[in-house]
C-alpha cells in the first residue's frame, strides 16, 4: 500500500498563490554579483527566459514576492538577492543553477532558511528558493519517506507519525530538511535511530553542471559519502529519500526544572547517569533567562520506547535533588517536537555558538556553572548523541563526530537590535569558557573560519576537496560551511 501524504507550510503556500502563469517583463540589464564579488550585468533577454522557463517563478526586487521570499529565519540577516527562483521542479532548479553557472552567478540554496549565519541568502546574486517543493510521500509499506528539498522537519514528522512510522528529524518544527539532513542531522531519537544522515536511501541532487543525479550507495556512491555530513557544498537536493521505522508517537518524556543554585549536583548526576543508557533514552540540558528574571536549569527527557521501561530507566533521574517541578509521563511527541517552535520563532535576532562535549567532566561543569551570569546571558542546551550515531563508523560518512557525548549549543535570542552587542558579547563571554572543554563542532551551527570548517572534517577532509573538485571545480555552491575544490 502506497500513500501520499502532502504537508503545507503558510510560507510555502503564500510563495505558491502568487506564482502567475503570464510571461515576464524584463526591461533592463539586472546589475548582479559574481561568485567571488565582481560586478555583473545580467542580459534582459537571458533574465526573462529563465524566468520563462520556471514552472514556479524568478522574482526581481521589484515583484510581488521578493520581500517575504528574500526573508529567512534569523531576523539579523538583511541581504538583497538580484534574483530569486522559486523554484517547483528538479527542472527548475537545474534551470537556476545551469544559469548561475554559465554566468559564474553568486548562488545561494534557501530550504527551510535556517541557516543561523544566514547562508541561505546572499546579497546581489541568485537565490535559489526551494521552499515550494515541500510535498512529504510516505510509503508505509516500504516503510520509506521522500521529502522535497524545501520540506520542514515538521511536514515530515507530521507525515511520517501518521503511519506510526519516524525517521531523526531536529528539535523545532520549522527547521528544514534540506541543510539539516546533508550537514548531519540531530534529534532526540538519534541514539534509536542514527543521525538523518544515517536514514538516507538516496538523494535526487542538481550538481554544478546542472545534471539532475540520483544520489545512492550504489549511484554515485562519492557524491553519497560527501552529502551525509558535507551540507550544501555538491548541488541542489531536490528530493530525500528515508529509511522509516516503527514508531509510536506517544512517547514517554517531559521535563524536569532545578533552582540554578543545584545546576552543579545536577550537571554531575547528569555526567554519570547517561553513562550507560539504552538507546531509546534522550536525555538533554536546557537552559536560559527565565522571563522573571534570573535563570532556569532543567533535563528533558524522552523515552522512545516501551514506557514502562522508560519510566524505570528514569525514576533515578527523577530521585535527585530537589526539582522545582516535574512533569515526566506519557506524552504525544509532536508536543515536544513543536514546544521549542515560538521561542525560536521566525524574525527574532539570533546568535549562537556550538561545539562538542567528548565528555561532561567536572571541570567542564565547573566552567558551565561558574560562567553563567549577567543579565544578558544566553540560552545553553545539550543534544545527545550516542547509541547509533557512535556505532557508525567516522569515515563511513563525511561526518565524523561519532563518539560525541552531547552537542553543547548556546543561543542568544533577542528583538531590540539596541541590545545587539551586549547580547552577543555574553554569549561570546560564555562560550571563551566553555569552549576549551569543547572537541570540535556540528557544521550546521557555527559560523567559524574556513580553516576551522576543514579541520572540523578531520581526516575525512581530503576526500570532500576531491569530490568537491570533480563535482563543483568552480565552487558555485560556496555559500555553506565551504569546502575548497581540489583542482583535478
Ligand atoms: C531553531 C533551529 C533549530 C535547530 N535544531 C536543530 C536540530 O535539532 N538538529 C540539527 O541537526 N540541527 C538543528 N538546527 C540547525 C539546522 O540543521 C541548520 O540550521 C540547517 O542548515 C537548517 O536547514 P535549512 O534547510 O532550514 O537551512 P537553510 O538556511 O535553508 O540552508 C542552510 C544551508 O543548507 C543548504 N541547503 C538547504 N537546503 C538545501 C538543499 N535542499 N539542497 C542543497 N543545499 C541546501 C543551504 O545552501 C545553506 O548552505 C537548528 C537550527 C535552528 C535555526
Avoid at 548561475?100 to 541557516?115: F, I
Avoid at 516535574?326 to 549562537?352: F, S, V
Avoid at 545527545?384 to 557508525?392: D, F, K, T
Avoid at 576551522?452 to 568552480?474: E, F, M, S, V
Wanted: hydrophobic share 40%; with cysteine.
Amino acid at each position: 500500500m502506497k500513500r501520499r501524504t502532502f504537508c503545507k507550510s503558510a510560507v510555502a503556500a503564500a510563495v505558491a498563490a502568487t506564482l502567475p502563469a503570464c510571461s515576464m517583463k524584463v526591461a533592463e540589464p539586472i546589475a548582479a554579483v559574481s561568485a567571488t564579488g565582481e560586478e555583473l550585468s545580467l542580459e534582459a533577454a537571458a533574465v526573462k527566459e529563465l524566468g520563462e522557463s520556471l514552472g514556479g517563478r524568478l522574482l526581481l526586487s521589484e515583484n510581488e514576492g521578493y520581500e517575504a521570499a528574500r526573508k529567512i529565519w534569523n531576523g539579523m540577516i538583511d541581504r538583497r538577492p538580484a534574483m530569486i527562483a522559486v523554484c517547483t521542479s528538479a527542472a527548475d532548479v537545474q534551470n537556476a543553477v545551469t544559469f548561475a553557472s554559465e554566468r559564474g552567478l553568486l548562488v545561494s540554496v534557501k530550504g527551510g532558511g535556517h541557516s543561523f549565519p544566514g547562508k541561505s541568502v546572499c546579497e546581489g546574486g541568485l537565490m535559489i528558493d526551494l521552499s515550494s517543493m515541500y510535498s512529504v510521500e510516505v510509503d508505509a509499506e516500504n516503510k520509506t519517506a521522500v521529502a522535497g528539498g524545501g520540506a520542514l522537519l515538521g511536514h515530515l514528522d507530521a507525515a511520517t507519525h501518521a503511519h506510526n512510522l519516524a525517521t531523526t528529524t531536529g528539535v523545532v518544527s520549522h527547521t528544514g530538511v534540506g541543510g539539516f539532513s546533508l550537514g548531519g542531522g540531530l534529534g532526540r531519537v538519534d541514539r534509536k535511530f542514527g543521525l538523518a544522515i544515517d536514514n538516507l536511501i538516496s538523494v535526487d541532487l542538481v550538481t554544478a553542471d546542472g545534471q539532475l543525479r540520483q544520489v545512492s550507495a550504489e549511484e554515485n556512491p562519492d557524491l553519497f559519502w560527501a552529502i551525509r555530513g558535507g551540507g550544501g557544498n555538491y548541488g541542489v537536493a531536490t528530493a530525500f529519500r528515508y529509511q522509516l521505522h516503527d514508531f509510536d508517537p506517544q512517547i514517554y518524556g517531559g521535563e524536569i526544572f532545578y533552582p540554578f543554585e543545584q545546576a552543579k549536583d545536577v550537571l554531575l548526576y547528569f555526567a554519570q547517569f547517561t553513562e550507560s543508557l539504552p538507546d531509546e533514552a534522550n536525555v538533554e540540558l536546557t537552559a536560559g533567562p527565565s522571563p522573571e528574571g534570573g535563570r532556569f536549569f532543567g533535563i528533558q527527557v524522552v523515552y522512545a520506547g516501551d514506557h514502562a521501561k522508560g519510566e524505570k530507566v528514569f525514576a533515578p533521574l527523577r530521585a535527585f535533588g530537589k526539582p522545582l517541578s516535574d512533569n515526566i509521563g506519557p506524552m504525544a511527541y509532536h508536543t515536544m517536537q513543536t514546544a521549542g517552535d515560538g521561542i525560536m520563532r521566525h524574525g527574532l535576532l539570533n546568535y549562537l555558538k556550538s561545539g562538542y562535549l567528548n565528555e561532561v567532566t567536572p571541570a567542564a561543569i565547573d566552567a558551565i556553572v561558574e560562567n553563567y551570569e549577567g543579565e544578558h546571558a544566553p540560552f545553553f542546551w545539550t543534544q545527545h548523541l550516542g547509541g547509533q550515531v557512535a556505532r557508525v563508523a567516522p569515515d563511513a560518512t563525511a561526518f565524523q563526530h561519532r563518539s560525541v557525548h552531547s552537542n553543547f549549543g548556546i543561543n542568544a535570542i533577542w528583538s531590540d537590535e539596541s541590545e545587539s552587542e551586549s547580547r552577543i558579547a555574553a554569549l561570546r563571554k560564555f562560550y571563551a569558557a566553555v569552549e576549551p572543554h569543547m572537541a570540535g563542532f556540528y557544521t550546521n551551527l557555527n559560523e567559524d573560519s574556513e580553516e576551522k570548517t576543514w579541520g572540523n572534517y578531520g581526516a575525512n577532509y581530503p576526500r570532500l576537496a576531491k569530490i568537491k573538485g570533480q563535482h563543483d571545480p568552480n565552487n558555485l555552491f560556496r555559500l555553506n560551511a565551504n569546502i575548497k575544490p581540489e583542482a583535478a
